[in-house]
Nanobody, 115 residues
């Protein structure tokens, strides 16, 4: 049984930073391309970054240069370091595999950026 547990969200001012964590069980983050997704109120869920097992991570244009995805294979955890946060980054953030499975979605972690 796969379980992905997100944490690290919170309220931060514009320009601030947060580090999100996704603790995985039942799946190896080193053997799977993992993605961070977000869903803002009234908008569709979008992928913002994903790991590439044998290559460099990929980012959506709006977060490139500000967000960094990484993984700790020993802890089986994926991270999202978010810097220079903007109000438009406000959303619930989730992790999942690059081809997301509906049964892998966790509760997400809320990120709120105040202006």
């Amino acid at each position: 049984q796969v379980q992905l547990v997100e944490s690290g969200g919170g309220l931060v001012q514009t320009g601030g930073s947060l580090r999100l964590s996704c603790a995985a069980s039942g799946i190896s983050v080193s053997a799977n391309d993992m993605g961070w997704y977000r869903q803002a109120p009234g908008k569709q869920r979008e992928m913002v970054a994903h790991t590439v097992t044998l290559g460099s991570p990929v980012y959506v244009g709006s977060v490139k240069g500000r967000f960094t995805i990484s993984r700790d294979n020993a802890k089986n955890t994926v991270y999202l370091q978010m810097n220079s946060l903007k109000p438009e980054d406000t959303a619930v953030y989730y992790c999942n595999t690059i081809l997301p499975r509906y049964d892998y979605w966790g509760q997400g972690t809320q990120v709120t950026v105040s202006s």
